[in-house]
T-cell receptor, first 114, second 111 residues
Framework: DGGITQSPKYLFRKEGQNVTLSCEQNLNHDAMYWYRQDPGQGLRLIYYSQIVNDFQKGDIAEGYSVSREKKESFPLTVTSAQKNPTAFYLC?????????????FGSGTQLSVL | GESVGLHLPTLSVQEGDNSIINCAYSNSASDYFIWYKQESGKGPQFIIDIRSNMDKRQGQRVTVLLNKTVKHLSLQIAATQPGDSAVYFCAEIPQGDQFYFGTGTSLTVIP
């Protein structure tokens, strides 16, 4: 089955700890995205990448980092600089990253702070 | 950033009735709109999309209506079923820009 796989489904972070969320896609999509979802708010863009070895900051990139070493993988690291990391994180992809293309989403990772 | 809002945060309908979920958008330059369905603890699923050169588009049991005059988008679900219970949100894409997502409407189908 083609799709986007996020892992883990649930993740707990201790104070001062960096954690990495995994996102893998086998759709052969060029573009990948990370969104943050908080209760009562719309999805907010953290980072996106339209091509391997290149990525751009979204609206709320502070406290996060990403890498795009392979086309199918776009891991997100939540660093200790992110003071309010508790949220539902969604990875998405689109074919070429062009305007007007549909976004396909993974099933999400719920990150909580211990 | 853009704001995409929904008129009602929650909606309850009887099974078999039609549902209408509304969305207001703010950017008159937006030329592409998508409706997503999100079940609890899962990622959003694409339902239907519409471009600004259309005012209506139909899918299986769903219809999206676009009124550019008042910047309003609606999703109609025919013969609502229990499996339709979820949060529905719209997204607008201004020309050359990124997606902007609404906060969502929670639809509950009463058996």
């Amino acid at each position: 089955d083609g799709g986007i796989t996020q892992s883990p489904k649930y993740l707990f972070r201790k104070e001062g700890q960096n954690v990495t969320l995994s996102c893998e896609q086998n759709l052969n999509h060029d573009a990948m995205y990370w969104y943050r979802q908080d209760p009562g708010q719309g999805l907010r863009l953290i980072y996106y990448s339209q091509i391997v070895n290149d990525f751009q900051k979204g609206d709320i990139a502070e406290g996060y980092s990403v890498s795009r070493e392979k086309k199918e993988s776009f891991p997100l690291t939540v660093t200790s600089a992110q003071k309010n990391p508790t949220a539902f994180y969604l990875c998405a992809s689109s074919l070429r990253g062009r305007v007007g293309e549909k976004l396909f989403f993974g099933s999400g990772t719920q990150l909580s702070v211990l | 950033g853009e704001s995409v809002g929904l008129h009602l945060p929650t909606l309850s309908v009887q099974e078999g009735d039609n549902s209408i979920i509304n969305c207001a958008y703010s950017n008159s330059a937006s030329d592409y709109f998508i409706w997503y369905k999100q079940e609890s603890g899962k990622g959003p699923q694409f339902i239907i999309d519409i471009r600004s050169n259309m005012d209506k588009r139909q899918g299986q049991r769903v219809t999206v209506l676009l009124n550019k005059t008042v910047k309003h988008l609606s999703l109609q679900i025919a013969a609502t079923q229990p499996g339709d219970s979820a949060v529905y949100f719209c997204a607008e894409i201004p020309q050359g820009d990124q997606f902007y997502f609404g906060t969502g409407t929670s639809l509950t189908v009463i058996p």
